[in-house]
């Protein structure tokens, strides 16, 4: 299986100010014929399912905030939340699909503010 | 607008069946391109995949779950079902279901990420 390893995992930033999510996973998800890393992200709320974020590494879905951006390749990722806002208090995931018979999740990052 | 619903018992008894479906609005099951997935994710903990299926019976489960888990897709009611067999507490948790878009290109298909969710069910094991 490929290990998805976040870090930190729990974080407190400053309203306004940068917060950055990492993730590695344990094999690279990347394939190099389509040039797409199979790793997404999503963000959980209290009480609310996940909600897709990111995908392909770093392409927005609809509707989310420009302020949440992805990069990375292989097997380092980062997720960026610039302008924290105080609805961005959630658990963090990122998630590999590169094998898909063996989807896995990294353990997750908590999001508060200082 | 594409939603998905969970339903079914939020208590089961140990060794017994959990029986649970998600009725899909929006888009149909049989539409190629997509394939159904339920996840669940154990109290304060992270996410598990469980098993996807498309339309045609076509899929997987997890390993750790294979011999326990059924999945079905049912065209005519536009929903899909998860069954697990066996229960014990540690199949304690809030299931989700949620879809899964597939892409082409010369090589074929490939899968991609969970882009809609259901709001989600718990479901505790318990005599």
């Known amino acids: 299986d490929i290990v998805m390893t976040q870090s930190p995992d729990s974080l407190a930033v400053s309203l306004g100010e940068r917060a950055t999510i990492n993730c590695k996973s344990s094999?690279?998800?990347?394939?190099?014929?389509?040039?797409?890393?199979?790793l997404a992200w999503y963000q959980q709320k209290p009480g609310q399912p996940p909600k897709l974020l990111i995908y392909?590494?770093?392409t927005r879905e609809s509707g989310v905030p420009d302020r949440f951006s992805g990069s990375g390749s292989g097997t380092d990722f980062s997720l960026t939340i610039s302008n924290l806002q105080a609805e961005d208090v959630a658990v963090y995931y990122c998630?590999?699909?590169?094998?898909?018979?063996?989807?896995?999740f990294g353990q997750g990052t908590k999001l508060e503010i200082k | 607008q594409v939603k998905l619903q969970e339903s079914g018992p939020g208590l089961v008894k140990p060794s017994q069946t959990l029986s649970l479906s998600c009725s899909v609005s929006?888009?149909?099951?049989?539409?190629?391109?997509?394939?159904w997935i339920w996840i669940r994710q154990h109290p304060g903990e992270g996410l598990e995949w469980i098993a996807y299926?498309?339309?045609?019976?076509?899929?997987n489960q997890n390993p750790s779950l294979r011999s326990r888990v059924t999945i079905s897709v049912d065209t005519a009611k536009n929903e899909f079902s998860l069954k697990l067999t066996s229960v014990t507490a540690a199949d304690t948790a809030v299931y989700y279901c949620?879809?899964?878009?597939?892409?082409?290109?010369?090589?074929?298909?490939?899968?991609?990420?969970?882009?809609?969710w259901g709001q989600g069910t718990l479901v505790t094991v318990s005599s």
């Open positions: 949620a879809r899964i878009p597939t892409y082409y290109d010369s090589s074929g298909s490939y899968f991609g990420y969970f882009d809609y």
């Open positions: 929006g888009v149909s099951v049989s539409t190629d391109g997509y394939y």
């Open positions: 299926s498309s339309y045609t019976g076509v899929g």
């Open positions: 094999q690279s998800v990347l394939n190099s014929s389509k040039n797409k890393n199979y």
């Open positions: 392909w590494a770093s």
């Open positions: 998630q590999q699909y590169k094998s898909s018979l063996t989807y896995t």
